[in-house]
């Protein structure tokens, strides 16, 4: 469900980066042989040369796409280096990518607030930091490289380039911002590229539903800056469902019911027709985001929120039995309290709820009202605990599934079950107090001691 926020009055800065082919570029950096060469990354599962996940951009001047298994890629690239993901627990093994993500999170956040949004997306708000810098006479090559949303209709009298948009965004206390944004936007990209070895591009907005919209306009290594000028013209032709939140349901209805094809259109609706059609706050968030208007803050956040683990079974591997189910749980376990770990050691973190989700099909044709649910709980740390509460999170959901669909039988279903697909998560994540972190610490201590005391008994 959207929430709608007012946007606030004072001017920000805002950027989207996003890591360019990013798992192609982390392996490339360990192969430094492969740069330059067309090379994806292929899902571990070898069926017809594995489903491509991530496609270099030399590999998709060939015309090859992720989703493309890796035999069609090399139809069309024959020279293509195909790479598979790690694996670890039989399924996919992320940590290397998440670790890289972390390195150029570590570069971005030293200019304001950063928010990292996925594996390899963050925000960044740099208000403060642009406040505090002048724009400068001169502009960096790489600065002028930057793409500005709009730039024909907006300076025709200065003329259509780059530098007369800078230059003449002095006058203007918005793009000035804007300007001075893409500047420090440009030298973090530098710094990135100089400190990871990777690449990433950029979108330079007022907020960050537009700093999101422009990241991917140009790519790779390029920024794209969103002037408010240039903002109507850009929701104008953005089709609706191109917006985040409005990919499913909403945007469905939209389209069906009010004939809306692009974000623009929603111009011809008053907010309080929008909010009787899909309430207050849901109303107000689609009157705003028609005008471009999105209060959404960049959170303080360089960790993830929370860990989850999952495996997919397509078609003939779907489980059919609880045997499978809990060998595939005890799998996603181990690998959830190793992360558990890892974020206790490094960032003295620690999660508080367990979650179960599971993808079922075949058996019963589900729809919103009969699907699998997730079910949560408290999390108990250690593998085998993780393993032993979310395979009774499985059952428990499992006979609310069964339940439902007897109640309600479904036409053309077989009445099996089948679960293709399998996830586990930890969330509510706190910092440990560093009081309690030094008992935990002792404890361990202690307990290291008196292993030691027993060792030294037994062979006394
Ligand atoms: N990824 C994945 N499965 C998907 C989509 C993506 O495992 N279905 C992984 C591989 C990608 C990474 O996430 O490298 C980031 O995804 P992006 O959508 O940002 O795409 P890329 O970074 O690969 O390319 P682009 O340069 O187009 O952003």
């Known amino acids: 469900m959207p929430v709608a926020r007012p946007e606030p009055s004072e001017v920000r800065v805002i950027a989207h980066v996003d890591l360019d082919c990013f798992y192609v570029q982390v392996e490339q950096r360990k192969r430094p042989e492969l740069r330059g060469k067309p090379t994806g990354v292929v899902q571990y599962n070898p069926w017809r040369g594995g489903g491509l996940i991530a496609v270099g951009y030399e590999a998709r001047q060939f015309g ?11 139809k069309v690239c024959p020279n293509i280096e195909l790479i ?10 992320l ?28 925000y960044l708000d740099i208000t403060d930091a642009c406040v505090a810098s002048a724009l400068e006479e001169q502009f960096s090559d ?83 800056l969103v002037p408010s000028s240039s903002v109507t ?16 349901k909403l945007g469905d209805s939209l389209q069906s019911d009010l004939r809306v094809v692009f974000v623009g259109d929603l111009l011809q609706f008053s907010e309080s027709k929008l909010q009787n059609l899909y309430g ?27 860990h989850s683990c999952g495996k ?16 595939w749980i005890t799998e996603l376990a181990m690998e959830l309290q190793e992360r558990l770990e890892t974020d206790l050691c490094q960032n003295h973190r620690m999660a508080h709820l367990l979650t179960l989700h599971a993808g079922t099909s075949q058996g019963y044709k589900t729809n919103s009202d009969n699907k699998f649910p997730s079910k949560s709980c408290v999390l108990r740390y250690g593998k085998e605990k993780i393993a032993s509460d979310a395979f009774k999170l499985f059952e428990r959901a499992l006979s609310d ?26 969330s509510n994540i706190w910092a440990i107090p560093s009081v309690s972190m030094w008992c935990f610490c002792s404890f361990l201590g202690l307990l290291y001691v008196r292993m030691i005391h027993s060792f030294v008994f037994l062979f006394w």
Not at 407 to 420: D, H, L, Q
Request: charged residues 25%.
């Open 95 to 122: 940590t290397q990518y998440r670790d890289a993500g972390s390195e150029v999170v570590a570069v971005l956040s030293r200019k304001g607030t950063c928010e990292r949004a996925s594996i390899d997306e963050v």
């Open 312 to 327: 997919t079974f397509p078609g003939p591997k779907s489980l059919k039995n609880l045997a499978e189910v809990k060998h």
């Open 401 to 426: 599934y069964l339940a439902q669909n007897k109640a309600s039988p479904i036409k053309g279903g077989s009445g099996i079950w089948a679960v293709t697909s399998l996830f586990i998560g930890a």
């Open 142 to 224: 790489d600065v002028l490289k930057s793409h500005v949303l709009g730039l024909s209709e907006i300076d025709n009298e200065a003329g259509t380039t780059v530098e007369a948009w800078f230059r003449k965004s002095v006058a203007d206390a918005r793009d000035r911002m804007l300007a001075i944004g893409a500047v420090i936007i440009s030298d973090l990209r530098k710094a990135v590229l100089m400190e990871t070895g990777f690449t990433c591009s950029a979108g330079i907005a007022h907020n960050k539903m537009l700093a999101k919209l422009a990241s991917g306009m140009h790519k790779p290594a390029q920024q794209t």
């Open 64 to 74: 090859v796409t992720r989703n493309m298994r890796g035999d069609e890629a090399k």
């Open 233 to 248: 013209k850009l929701l104008a032709t953005l089709p609706i469902k191109k917006m985040k939140q409005l990919g499913g």
């Open 84 to 93: 598979q993901v790690p694996v670890a627990h039989g399924k996919a093994d």
């Open 280 to 306: 207050i706050n849901t109303g107000t968030w689609l009157w705003n985001i028609a005008r471009g208007l999105s209060g959404d803050e960049v959170k303080p956040r360089t960790l993830p929120k929370s």
